[in-house]
């Protein structure tokens, strides 16, 4: 299974663009790459995902390079509600579906 | 269901006491995924049911769990002799994997069932 690294915390302000690296160095030819979100006392919800180049959806977009072995979910202009942990997941028919959670990013949004 | 569903949402047993926690998937999901998770961790993998395929049991961490799927929709997972280490929130998840496990579908969690053990 390829192998997520992402920060373990970030802070940021209200209003502001947040962005959430994650590498995945290993990433298999089939692999998709996925990202949750966890609000504290509730299980994780699916926010995006994407295969190569960006994605974009009401909530988020996602940027993936070329050599797919990173990508960046940007969470435009956020708010103090967006304070939750975020997790970066890599997946495909290599692993025959199953969903390896790694520790996460916790951001925290101030006023 | 409209969702996942998770019983009981909190429960309490004793050191030593079996315990099923119960998860109802979202109908026509084939895969099912239960989780644990640590007050302040992140999930740690349980058991990966996936259609009429052996399920994945690699999560397990001991011979005091386990679970079953029965008619490919609700599971049980069960803990035997439960100790004080179990207390954790135990998540389910479901999601409409097809057959050869592409993940290029999201999975919808419940909302857990908190277990204590005291």
């Known amino acids: 299974l390829a192998k997520t690294t992402q920060p373990i915390s970030m802070d940021s302000y209200e209003g502001q663009e947040v962005n959430i690296t994650c590498s995945h160095n290993?990433?298999?030819?089939?692999?998709?790459i996925t990202w949750y979100q966890q609000f504290p006392s509730q299980g994780p919800r699916f926010i995006i995902q994407?295969?190569?180049t960006k994605v974009t959806n009401e909530v988020a977009s996602l940027f993936i390079p070329a050599d797919r072995k990173s990508s960046t979910l940007s969470l435009p202009r956020v708010s103090l509600s967006d304070t939750a942990v975020y997790y970066c997941?890599?997946?495909?028919?290599?692993?025959?579906?199953?969903?390896?959670f790694g520790q996460g990013t916790t951001l925290q949004v101030k006023p | 269901g409209a969702g996942v569903s998770q019983s009981p949402s909190n429960k309490v047993t004793e050191k030593g006491k079996d315990v099923e926690l119960r998860c109802d998937p979202i109908?026509?999901?084939?895969?099912l995924y239960w989780y644990r998770q640590s007050l302040g961790q992140g999930l740690e993998f349980l058991i990966y049911?996936?259609?009429?395929?052996?399920?994945?049991k690699s999560g397990l961490p001991s011979d005091r769990f386990s679970a079953e799927r029965t008619g490919g929709s609700v599971s049980t997972l069960t803990i035997q002799r439960t100790q004080q280490e179990d207390s954790a929130v135990y998540l389910c998840?479901?999601?409409?994997?097809?057959?050869?496990?592409?993940?290029?579908?999201?999975?919808?969690f419940g909302q857990g069932t908190r277990l204590t053990v005291v």
């Open positions: 998840a479901s999601s409409l994997n097809p057959t050869g496990g592409r993940v290029d579908t999201e999975a919808f």
């Open positions: 290993n990433i298999a030819t089939n692999d998709y």
């Open positions: 994407g295969y190569k």
């Open positions: 997941l890599v997946g495909g028919s290599s692993n025959t579906g199953k969903l390896i």
């Open positions: 109908s026509g999901h084939t895969a």
């Open positions: 049911f996936q259609g009429n395929s052996a399920p994945d």
